[in-house]
């Protein structure tokens, strides 16, 4: 059984009895928004096509941002061998050419994280995603009718 707190005292202040309310009752209750969840086929068809196409927009200017950090990858590679070269000809002491490598080298470390996420974001499970939120919004009602009453609580946490 459930029943209200009452944390904001309104049943108080107006004398109103405790109402306590079983759980199938409450559970049915909670089915009538379940079932105003839904939108058509068609409807879906549509949102599906043009987050695929959202999807592929972002796609490609990422892929043109990780084409960026290679560059800068390998401009910190060339700026490497270029200090190398400079200490090597006596340009720079050594304590000038070791500030300048570990500055290089933070440099492209962060070039190679930003790298790496990128290419784990682009491995992304977005198309899996979207199609579950659809398939959701096409068939909340018979995956509610199809639930025990603790997956019927677990489903109402999912989507609140």
């Known amino acids: 059984y459930y029943h209200c707190s009452d944390g904001k005292k309104i049943h108080s202040t107006r004398n109103e009895k405790q109402i306590n309310l079983s759980e199938p009752n ?4 909670l089915s009538r928004p379940v079932r105003e969840i839904s939108i058509t086929a068609q409807l ?3 949102i599906s096509k043009a ?7 972002t796609m490609e200017a990422h892929k043109r941002n990780l084409a960026g950090y290679k560059q800068a990858i390998r401009t910190t590679e060339q700026q490497e061998d270029e200090v190398y070269s400079h200490f090597a000809k006596g340009i720079i002491d050594e304590t000038g050419y070791k500030r300048q490598i570990e500055r290089i080298r933070t440099d492209k470390r962060k070039y190679e994280q930003l790298l790496e996420e990128g290419q784990r974001l682009i491995h992304t499970k977005f198309y899996e995603t979207s199609d579950r939120i659809l398939e959701l919004a096409k ?3 018979l ?3 199809q639930r025990s009453d603790k997956e019927k ?3 109402l946490k999912f989507i609140l």
Request: charged residues 35%.
């Open 26 to 29: 409450l559970l049915e209750q």
């Open 44 to 46: 879906a068809e549509a």
């Open 51 to 57: 987050l695929k196409l959202a999807h592929e927009k």
């Open 139 to 141: 068939n909340a009602e």
């Open 143 to 145: 995956l509610w009718k």
């Open 153 to 155: 609580l677990d489903f």
